[in-house]
């Protein structure tokens, strides 16, 4: 995903376009400030993410904003009327409205959650600031890579660093450079390759995981002994050999890779987590009734854990991110620069360690990472409160 | 059991044993189970918490294989079943379980609960049937008016409450037989006669057959005084009849104690009842299951060298409708006190 070309003036328009829908909803409900929350989320994420973002959003905030006003007794069903009374026939209308309005009230219900947890919003409040920083930070700060300051180059000085100045907040680089558009513009390849080998772990892991615990016998014995021989090697020793061998050119397979090596400790935790919710006896109830596998997995036991796998995940893209920046600083990854792994890396080698003057290449990148690191975790915090619907309900 | 010999009962156990592995050692847990349900009959399950009830009732319902012996559902061995019998054996069978808080998944709402079977085995035409059904089902088990229970999460319920939902939730498939294992013990008693009551009554309107498993054999006769009881002792049924005759003369000097034990409404006549002395108040573990009768280290009837060595059967008793698993009795002798 390149996310270079979003953030463009065609996705505002979007964004607003997708936004006029909740809000005429609203306004035509008489309820204008669910609207105009709904409008300005729209309006953000389709700014953001172009269409992906916008339509979606127009899913999420008209269901918050129907919800607001359908009441329970627009259902027949939800009446208190007595069964001649009552038309079990619903148009598709009606029903369309309904789920929205449940979708709706479980949204407020996990956003009141997501807010009650101090520390939990305080990370996500951070990772919004990453977000914002990742995409609309590059349309204010521009990527800057030439050197400044050639002329003032002191005499017999090797390097161009330079301390935090008006002009430039954060300071220069080695070469010159201005590091505040550096830090703006060098997350995003790290932050999208973490994600994508957190997300890759943990679709790996909860698979064989629930597989490995459900169907047993030899498979089971097959999966646990693939993860177990994959858990005795010592991972970052074999990446680095790895990344002598393979060329990570495309992050992606860079995210494949780590992905591979990190899934056995998730799927040992899903599996044992699986078995124990087999035992349930609501379980047990879906297989006297015959609901099948595939309902047993995706509606009866992960439910249960997607709290739990959530959590994991994000403390994968967590891990994912110190062995990129790792393999970075190591220099045993292709250098695209602008990127924060490459700037501790020159950092540094450029004898950044050595000169109050260049505290900032190596503070900045290494900062930036620690509270994109420390929102994850935080944000972890309300995870729980937000899935689970008897804490949703704050009792 | 022959008491409906020429019609095919609905399920039968026939020979069943089951163990479990614990690490190296098996624990025998079901030893030599035969057991035939009729259709639209109540069966009782009493014993001693750990006996096997649940085990019995799990395999009865297929989600527990036996280790050895056969199952049988309306004559044929449910192994051999494919297909469409299959489905049908399945859902035929349904089980409540004790714990009202552990039967219902937490992450989903009542409605959602009772649409999944409906929807999955087509019980009901289309979105509208789909929703008439669930609130014909909830009516049924009492809960009214359904529209303030369908949009619920489990949590939101009381134990009672959560046990209709169950109960309706098995009743999405049109079951012959439910197994209600322990079903009420964990509700308030205040609401039990109530949950009884809609068991019986679905019972008499649906035609479908109730395994009542409890381990309160005063329970047991007020729920089947219709039906039969089963008196379970370490994994082996000590006694099998008519709930009627096995109350006001039970055989197995076992079912003597338990229904000596039991309290009665008039507390005068609770005083001068006489209970039952056994021998040991110790129940064996399944570890090390006595030889001959299981019974036989507690039972005050005890008789040096028969029951210690021979396995009783369950038989015919002589002047008596049931049957019981008692050497000296089924021989036709007279039981006399140990040591006297
Ligand atoms: N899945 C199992 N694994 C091992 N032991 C079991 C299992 N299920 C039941 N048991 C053992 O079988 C015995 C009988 O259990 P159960 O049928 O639940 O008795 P009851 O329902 O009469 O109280 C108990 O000792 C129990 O520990
Ligand atoms: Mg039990």
Redesign the pocket.
């Known amino acids: 995903m390149d996310l270079q070309s979003l953030a463009s003036p065609t996705g505002l328009l979007i964004g607003a376009l997708c936004g006029l829908v909740p809000l005429v909803i609203a306004l035509r409900n008489r309820t204008p400030r669910p609207g105009i929350l709904g409008f300005l989320a729209c309006l953000l994420s389709g700014f953001a993410c172009n269409v992906l973002g916008g339509l979606p959003m127009i899913l999420l905030t008209v269901a918050v904003v129907v919800s607001y006003t359908y009441t329970d007794r627009d259902d027949p069903f939800l009446s208190r009327a007595a069964l001649e009374e009552v038309d079990f026939e619903e148009t598709f209308g009606a029903m369309v409205t309904r789920r929205l309005a449940g979708l709706g009230r479980t949204i407020r219900a996990a956003s009141r959650a997501l807010v009650r947890n101090k520390a939990g919003f305080l990370g996500f409040l951070g990772l919004v600031f990453f977000f914002v920083l990742n995409i609309f930070g590059p349309m204010v700060i521009p990527y800057d890579g030439q050197p400044h300051f050639y002329d003032r180059r002191r005499e017999g000085a090797i390097n161009l660093f330079q301390g935090p100045s008006a002009e430039f907040p954060l300071g220069l680089d080695w070469q010159g450079r201005d590091i505040l558009s550096h830090i703006v513009h060098g997350g995003r390849a790290l932050i999208i390759t973490s994600v994508q080998a957190g997300v890759i772990t943990t679709v790996i892991a909860v698979i064989l995981g629930a597989v490995a615990a459900l169907i047993g016998g030899l498979l089971d014995q097959i999966l646990n002994a693939i993860a177990n021989f994959i858990l005795t090697i010592p991972q970052f020793p074999l990446l680095v050999v790895l990344a002598g061998l393979i060329s990570f050119e495309d992050r992606f397979f860079l995210a494949v890779l780590l992905g591979l090596l990190d899934w056995p400790t998730l799927m040992r935790a899903v599996r044992a987590q699986v078995l124990s919710l087999r035992e349930r006896d609501y379980v047990e109830a879906a297989y006297a009734l015959d609901l099948g596998l595939p309902h047993i997995v995706m509606r009866e036991v992960l439910p249960q854990m997607i709290s739990y796998i959530v959590i994991n995940m994000i403390f994968s893209i967590r891990g994912a991110m110190y062995a990129i920046v790792g393999l970075v600083f190591l220099g045993m990854v292709p250098f695209t620069e602008p990127d924060w792994g490459v700037m501790i890396f020159m950092g540094r080698s450029q004898g950044a360690l050595f000169s109050a003057e260049a505290a900032s290449m190596l503070l900045s990148p290494v900062i930036a990472v620690a509270l994109f690191q420390l929102s994850l975790v935080l944000f972890t915090r309300s995870l729980e409160e937000v899935f689970n619907p008897r804490l949703r309900a704050g009792l | 059991m022959g008491d409906n010999g020429s019609s095919q009962p609905l399920i039968e156990l026939q020979n069943v044993n089951r163990f479990?592995?614990?690490g190296r050692t098996r624990?025998q847990?079901l030893q030599n189970i035969n057991l035939a349900v009729a259709e639209n009959e109540i069966l009782c399950l009493v014993?001693?918490?750990?006996?096997?009830?649940?085990?019995?009732g799990r395999i009865m319902v297929g989600l527990l294989e036996p280790s050895s012996g056969e199952v049988r559902y309306r004559g044929r061995p449910v192994n051999t079943l494919r297909g469409k019998d299959r489905a049908e054996y399945r859902r035929a069978l349904q089980i409540i379980h004790q714990d009202p808080f552990a039967s219902l998944n937490p992450a989903h709402t009542v409605g959602q609960i009772l649409a999944f079977p409906l929807q999955r085995h087509r019980m009901a035409e289309g979105r509208g049937g789909v929703r008439r059904r669930i609130w014909e089902l909830l009516t049924l088990v009492d809960l009214t008016p359904p529209g303030d229970i369908v949009n619920k999460y489990p949590h939101q319920l009381s134990g009672g409450q959560r046990q209709r939902v169950s109960v309706a939730r098995a009743l999405t498939v049109n079951p012959r037989l439910i197994v209600a294992?322990?079903a009420v013990s964990m509700v308030d008693v205040s609401i039990r006669i109530s949950l009884l009551k809609m068991l019986h009554r679905l019972r008499d309107e649906y035609g479908i057959a109730i395994v009542f498993?409890t381990?309160d054999l005063a329970l047991a006769k007020y729920f089947a005084w219709e039906g039969r009881i089963a008196v379970?002792y370490l994994?082996r049924i000590v006694e099998l009849g008519p709930t009627p005759d096995i109350i006001s003369r039970p055989a197995h000097p076992y079912t003597r104690a338990l229904i000596s034990a039991i309290p009665e409404a008039d507390p005068q006549i609770t005083r001068s009842k006489q209970r039952m002395v056994l021998r040991s108040e110790d129940i064996p573990s399944?570890l090390e299951i006595p030889p001959g009768c299981a019974f036989h280290p507690r039972c005050p009837f005890f008789v040096e060298g028969v029951c210690d060595t021979q396995l009783p059967t369950l038989e015919k008793v002589p002047d008596g409708s049931q049957y019981a698993a008692c050497t000296p009795l089924t021989r036709g002798q007279e039981l006399r006190l140990y040591g006297s």
């Open positions: 479990f592995r614990q624990v847990v014993g001693e918490s750990g006996c096997g009830k649940t085990t019995t294992d322990e498993i381990h379970m994994g399944l």
